[in-house]
């Protein structure tokens, strides 16, 4: 498979690529962004992280706004950056911010018109996967996965579906109950169709209490967030990791929004948490 750098700049002693690509999951270019710390440059394995966006998201809010490149030149982690859906003319899109394009909630549609294209699980999980870790110094066994809003969704599912994959797994904001959200339910029914028990497979709260998690998690969520109450509901997933057992870190942050002032803030002590599990 060929990667196309479409730009690469000097950042931190590393550098910051984004990539474009045909992809077989989706059936169309895909672009991607990555940070290559020094020793990745060298050609050393280095740790690497998945950063899954939220709604209306490309690769570049992340890349431009949270920070990560300085954290990660520090930790000698590669960080990656998808898109969050397939795009095109010839992609299903709605004109809604939250369906279609900008939001593929990092699931494989089964329903018209999106099943053509929409399969971010499948692009994410296994076909980017498998070409970053093919095609750069990425160290096999020592991958993490956080994500913001839709995004967080996207790691805390794809994390538990794929433990032989992604060995550590935090989040901000994350949508942790799909089944149980206006987002959840109208992507849900859009990508998967009205039958709601094929859609706990991709909920958070059912997953931990179905597959588990071996390690533990970490979720920042800030109180003044305005989806919070009706979206987020992170205390779904702090009840089912109790009952599940698993080991979950839920902090509160007072007066942070959902914005990427929020993410940068809180950035440094995720990228510092993966770096403890994925090296240690
Ligand atoms: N403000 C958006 C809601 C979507 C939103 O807040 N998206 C979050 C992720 S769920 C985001 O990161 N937006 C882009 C950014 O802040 O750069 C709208 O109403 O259109």
Redesign the pocket.
Known sequence: MTLDTISSARAFGGEQRVYRHASAATGTDMEFAAFLPAEALRGEACPTLFYL?????TWE?ATT?AGYQRLAAEYGLILIAPDTSPRGEGVANDAA?DLGQGAGFYVDATEAPWAPHFAMESYVARELFDLVSAELPVWEGAVGVTG???GGHGALTLAMKHPDRFRSVSAFAPIVNPLDCPWGEKAFTAYLGADRATWAAHDACHLVEQAGWSGDILIDQGTADGFLDEQLKPWNFERACRKAGVDLTLRMQGGYD???YFISTFLADHVAWHAARLTG
């Open positions: 966006s939220g709604l209306t998201c809010n706004k911010y913001h809003s839709m959902h914005s990427y």
